[in-house]
């Protein structure tokens, strides 16, 4: 269970180096190389985050480890909590060396917990390019669950496809905006994955079917997401 702990005053060791702010909160390096998340007013979804942070623990999710209150342990006096940091780089920089069979197997694994997650319920959103992380042994690992809901019997909202669908709309912003492409099957699989209730095709098939199109229609081997980018830039419209 995630530790609920009660301190006068956030220790200075906790803000040690500023490593991003937002309109919600700041979140530091602190000085024993953990992260401390900090809210710039009370958060009305404490209960939501602790029960995540006990029940869906996995590889992928990096969840709060130690709430913090300030004074007393009444919930509007709830001012952060700390979690692992995560090493390597955020989607939003993933380098062209990556191996695309590893990163392929890497998105496989993170979609099969998510998979299992969300059939216990748990609503992935917020799952954008500055939240995932590709670490340097190939692993996917998923930060700030702040948004993320425990859904429980609801007419429209389905965890399992809705989830999955967070993670496409991340994948197709990363490698495939921009102009159209001349080769209409990668079109209609971005729609299968990302556009179809139900998502029919999950991020990782969108990879590996778009790299077999890439390797027929530019006649080389795609072995690295720098190959990756370089296919897709050349099947585009000029
Ligand atoms: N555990 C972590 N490991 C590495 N970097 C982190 C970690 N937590 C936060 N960061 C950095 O701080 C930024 C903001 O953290 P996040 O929890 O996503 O807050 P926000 O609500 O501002 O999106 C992240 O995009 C990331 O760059
Ligand atoms: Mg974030």
């Known amino acids: 269970m995630a530790k609920e702990i009660v301190i006068d005053q956030i220790p200075k060791e906790f803000t040690h180096k500023k ?44 969840l709060p480890e130690e709430f913090y209150f300030l004074k007393n342990m009444k919930e509007e006096n709830f001012i952060g909590y700390i979690r692992a940091l ?32 969300s059939r216990r319920s748990l609503l992935y959103v917020d799952m954008n390019q500055d939240n995932l992380f590709l670490t340097p042994n190939n692993e996917i690992k998923v930060i700030d669950q702040d948004l993320y809901e425990i859904i429980g019997y609801h007419p429209y909202i389905r965890p399992v496809p809705d989830s999955m669908k967070d993670l496409a709309s991340t994948i197709i912003h990363v490698f495939f905006t921009g102009k159209e492409f001349t080769d209409s099957r990668i079109h209609d699989n971005i729609r299968k994955c990302g556009a179809h209730i139900g998502g029919v095709l999950r991020p990782s098939q969108l990879l590996s079917e778009t790299s077999e199109i890439l390797e027929q229609d530019c006649g080389t081997s795609i072995r690295t997401l720098g190959d990756f980018r370089k296919g897709l830039k050349l099947v585009k419209e000029k």
């Not at 920089?93 to 997650?117: P, Q, S, T, Y």
């Open 19 to 62: 490593l991003g702010e937002s309109c919600s909160g700041e979140c530091y390096e602190t000085k024993d190389g953990r992260v401390f998340k900090k809210y710039k007013f009370p958060i009305k979804y404490y209960q939501s985050l602790k029960s995540i942070a006990d029940f869906y623990k996995c590889n992928h999710l990096v």
């Open 86 to 117: 995560v090493t390597g780089t955020t989607f939003a920089h993933l380098e062209d060396n990556v191996e695309m069979v590893k990163f392929i197997k890497a998105l496989e694994f993170l979609e099969r917990e998510m998979v299992a997650n």
